[in-house]
């Protein structure tokens, strides 16, 4: 008879690590680092390989991922290894992340229902927080890099929306693994995506010029804390490389697990690994862009990590008209910071789906990434300021700043071309209603990048 050996995920954290060796920064990382003024501390150094390699030898089966930021690994082995490996001297703490539970539907919940669109309005959301003038006056994302942060990104690879070159800077998984990154079945990453950069006739992405890269962390098939560790390995690599503006439309809170379920208590941003990770992110030169959640009219009800970290923009969802969706998540955090904190269009949002087709489709998923669109514009034309610089001036120029709404706008609906000027001293006033959109013999036209289009997408000479 056979005898089944359950290998579970756990998260094994360290009591030191070296620090005479080379930080685990790219060099376009540590010229940002100069460039910003953040100093090179004890996060940048990577864990021992030492540790590592000893943890193999005393039963761990597999190294998933490390964590420089926690200065520690997940890992896979036995419930027997474990307890021996709790032991040694090198080890701080030993949690276990992922078992065999079933898997649960809360995860399902964060993409809404979508329907193909019989045309396309994204010119109408780009609109809302007026980014239309600064695409008009050609900043588009140019020289900023992204992470796009999901679950899967379906057929990417394969859509002629995005420029197949921008897809080879680099993709990275930090689940299990896989031999086809865009093989997996989930349209979200990729729907995501679209709204950041795609282009087709009548659709363009909030920052179609910026550079991005494509990570991986959720696990479709389960939901369980070693998720949130998936999410700091794509924030952590993000930080090595150099990124910029970091989008994620994921969210914690109920796994399979009914004992790992988050108390509402733990959504403060210093509980969780991940919530603390995101606020690390932003202080170290990261504009995180964070999903609020899809849970408004459920019984959950609430945000979930990392939506509660500090320092980072937490984005929830409204329509076209500026009406917040029922569906978007409450705030405020658990020690009563204004979450969201900004909202953007995730009602009837136009998206791209996997098959090519143009969508509607609801959710602070869609918000998020509109909005992360929206800073790597605005950070394009200001390349000198720093995220914190940008976060605030995004803050600052939506409609309710000086009268924020704690648990359902936050600060309600940037302006875009308003947050620009406030870091242009000396340009000159520009009519925004013009470059919004003009009209020419019956027809609205939009102007982008000092070149003209119809709402069809096509350029007008």
Known sequence: MLTLILLLAYFVSFTDKPTNTTPALSPRAVEQREKWNIQIDNLDFPVSTLYMDSLLKSGVTKIYHTSRWFNGVTCEMTIENAENIKQLD??????????????????????????????NWTDD?????????????????????MTVCDGGFYKANTLDCFRQEDLELGHFDFTDDTDDFYGITGAHGTECLSVITGIK???????????????????????????????????ETSDSL???????SLGYAIFDNNDWTLPKSALDGKTTRVSRAAT???????????????????????????????SILTVGAVSREGEIGSFSSYGPSADGRVKPDVCAVGVNA??????????????????TPLLAGMAAAIWSALPNENAMQIRERIIRSADRYNNPSKDRY???????????????????TQNTDRAHKILREGQILILRGGKTYNLSGQLVE
């Open 90 to 119: 090198f080890v701080k703490n030993i949690e276990i992340t992922r078992d065999d539970s079933p898997a649960g539907i809360f995860y399902a919940k964060r993409k809404m229902p979508v329907k193909k669109a019989d045309e």
């Open 125 to 145: 959301q780009l609109a809302l927080y007026n980014l239309l003038p600064l695409h008009e006056a050609g900043f588009e994302g140019q020289d900023i890099l």
């Open 201 to 235: 006739d009548g659709f363009y992405g909030a920052a179609a010029r910026a550079k991005y890269y494509l990570m991986r962390s959720e696990e479709n098939d389960t939901e369980s804390p070693k998720e949130m560790d998936n999410l700091i390995a794509a924030l």
């Open 242 to 248: 150099g990124v910029n503006v970091f989008s994620v």
């Open 280 to 310: 690390i992110a932003a202080r170290k030169g990261m504009l995180v862009c964070a999903a609020a959640g899809n849970e408004g009219d459920k019984n959950w009800k609430t945000i979930c990590a990392p939506a509660d970290a500090d």
């Open 350 to 367: 136009a998206v791209i789906s996997p098959d090519g087709f143009s969508m509607f489709a609801n959710g602070t998923s869609f918000a």
């Open 410 to 428: 936050g600060y309600g609906i940037p302006d875009a071309w308003k947050a620009y000027k406030m870091g242009s001293e000396g340009l000159e």
